[in-house]
């Protein structure tokens, strides 16, 4: 992926993740009231909120029409730092894929972190204290592994001083059909 901008600190910004809702059990003991429910961030901050319009809400559509809904398994605990306890998908490719086919059809977005490289992942707690954060590492770990189904995308417009969560559009991935083995 080419080099990416670093995150601003506007107070109205707008996320695109996967959710997961059968990640909750991970997330939630450790999510305030206004966090957004589990999910693998794809592209934060993705484009300024002042430019989401129909068009650029059509052209996320369009972008992601093709893409298969997949199946993910997270086995494994990992930190950013001290700060950050997430899962880490077993595959992470088709997470990868939907940030790199996000970041071809809007080369404005910026990716998750600062450091211009993608991980894949799933923040079971953050910017917490030492001691809450190596509890949610811990429960977490009992509950692994965990198996998802991954889909939909999701738009959130997020407002930093509220601290709420806005769905501007969801978009369903392709299903994937099962051919009877009778033909």
């Excluded at 080099?3 to 695109?16: A, E, I, M």
């Excluded at 404005?108 to 450091?115: E, I, L, V």
């Amino acid at each position: 992926m080419a080099p990416r901008r670093p995150l601003t600190r506007r107070p109205v910004l707008s996320v695109v993740v996967v959710p997961l809702d059968e990640a909750r059990v991970l997330t939630t003991p450790w999510r305030g009231p206004h966090s957004l429910d589990a999910h693998v961030t794809i592209a934060a901050p993705f484009l300024d909120p002042s430019v989401i319009d129909g068009h650029v809400v059509r052209s996320l559509h369009t972008c992601l029409a093709d893409v298969p809904s997949f199946d993910v398994v997270f086995r494994r605990v990992a930190w950013f730092g001290e700060r950050v306890v997430y899962v880490e998908p077993d595959d992470p490719t088709p997470f990868e894929a939907l940030a790199r086919t996000v970041a071809r059809c809007f080369p404005a977005q910026t990716p998750a972190d600062d450091t211009g490289t993608y991980v894949a992942h799933l923040t079971v707690a953050k910017n917490r204290p030492a001691s809450e954060l190596t509890r949610a590492a811990t429960s977490s770990a009992a509950l692994l592994p965990l198996r998802a189904r991954a889909t939909d995308v999701a738009l959130y417009l997020v407002d930093r001083a509220s601290g709420s969560w806005r769905v501007r559009t969801r978009i369903p991935l392709t299903a994937i059909t099962q051919t009877d083995e009778n033909g």
